[in-house]
């Protein structure tokens, strides 16, 4: 459980209306949280504090609590089929940590190397695999650019 140890001491909560993540190294994709409620939730930072100094491990760089669901975030630059394992390792090793709530995993890509990308995306082991892991097709997003959550 040093994990969620891990997790817990890396939440930062707040109730920002507003809230844009990105990640330096990601290209240009950005996530926003419109917070209409302004209700409070929790950003965690996975790949800076969670699992710093595991540089190699495949991880996904935020998550999104809210008091109903997680939500796993990849910014990537174009490998989505990269964001999708990296999601998945993501969801592995820290579902535990959030066994009463809802998973969802989102992957916002700065461009799709190739227009068949996304179809072929979803023909790999690893986008199945995280399908079941969150429960449905609904659960995941994958949007290019920018992507705006609504909670």
Do not use: W
Not at 5 to 14: A, D, F, G, T, Y
Not at 39 to 60: A, L, M
Not at 73 to 91: F, H, M, P, R
Not at 120 to 129: H, I
């Amino acid at each position: 459980m040093m994990i969620c140890n891990l997790i817990e001491s890396c939440k930062v909560s707040v109730n920002h209306s507003k809230k844009t993540l990105i990640d330096k190294e990601g290209g240009k994709s950005k996530y926003l949280i419109h917070n209409k409620s302004t209700s409070n939730y929790s950003i965690i930072d996975f790949e800076n504090c969670v699992y710093k100094g595991r540089q190699n491990d495949t991880k996904c760089d935020f998550g999104l609590k809210t008091e109903t669901s997680i939500f796993y975030i990849e910014l990537k630059g174009s490998d989505a089929i990269g964001g999708i394992k990296q999601l998945l390792a993501t969801v592995n090793e820290t579902e535990k940590c959030f066994s009463n709530i809802d998973k969802k995993a989102r992957l916002i890509v700065t461009r799709f190397s190739k227009p068949k990308v996304a179809k072929q995306t979803k023909q790999t082991k690893e986008y199945k695999d995280l399908i079941k892991k969150i429960g449905s097709v609904e659960n995941f997003v994958i949007k290019q650019n920018a992507y705006t959550e609504i909670i």
